[in-house]
């Protein structure tokens, strides 16, 4: 008994067809994430985009987009290219692929903006509300999922100790 994939499909582009929810569906509001070759990033209602390998000659990512496990996409993308992920003509993920930086110490892939909208077909996300002690308005929610296994990823520092890094080496090797 063999293993089905799916076939590899990337759209890179938007389709007049597709429905765009209210608000209310957005998990994910055009945040960036910064990932390196084999890290994975866990989405919400189980969505993980995995990164495979990047291509040094054509400044090119493989990545992987997986449900629970189960293959959805994959599909090797350069610099500002998007992945989008469809069901049933809406859109559930939006992801563009901002910088491939390169250097002797590795990869930092980051993708920048970055959509999630909420999967109708999948169980809702808890949502928790947040105390604020600074102000008195209780509107402050944040979403948080049950069985979430969120990848550490890089912090703001490290990316940018990263980029320092790899312009530091070019200016290096240049000279």
């Not at 559930?92 to 903006?113: A, C, H, Q």
Request: overall charge negative; cysteine-free; charged content about 25%.
């Amino acid at each position: 008994m063999g293993i089905a994939l799916a076939e590899p499909t990337i759209i890179r582009s938007y389709s007049e067809h597709l429905v765009v929810r209210d608000a209310d569906t957005l998990l994910i509001n055009g945040t960036g994430i910064f990932l390196t070759t084999g890290d994975s990033w866990d989405f919400y209602q189980g969505y993980t985009l995995n990164i495979k390998s990047v291509n040094l000659d054509k400044k090119q990512v493989w990545v992987k987009l997986l449900n629970n496990d189960e293959l959805l996409e994959e599909g090797i993308l350069s610099e500002g290219e998007i992945l989008v992920y469809s069901k049933e003509e809406q859109e559930i993920l939006n992801i563009t692929v901002d910088t491939i930086y390169i250097s002797p110490e590795g990869e930092l892939i980051t993708f920048k903006p970055v959509y999630q909208h909420q999967d109708p077909d999948l169980p809702d996300p808890r949502i928790e509300e947040v105390e604020d002690n600074s102000s008195q308005n209780n509107d402050n929610v944040s979403i948080v999922e049950d069985n979430s296994k969120q990848s550490s990823g890089f912090t703001i520092l490290q990316a940018l100790a990263g980029i320092s890094l790899i312009l530091l080496s070019r200016s290096t090797f240049t000279k």
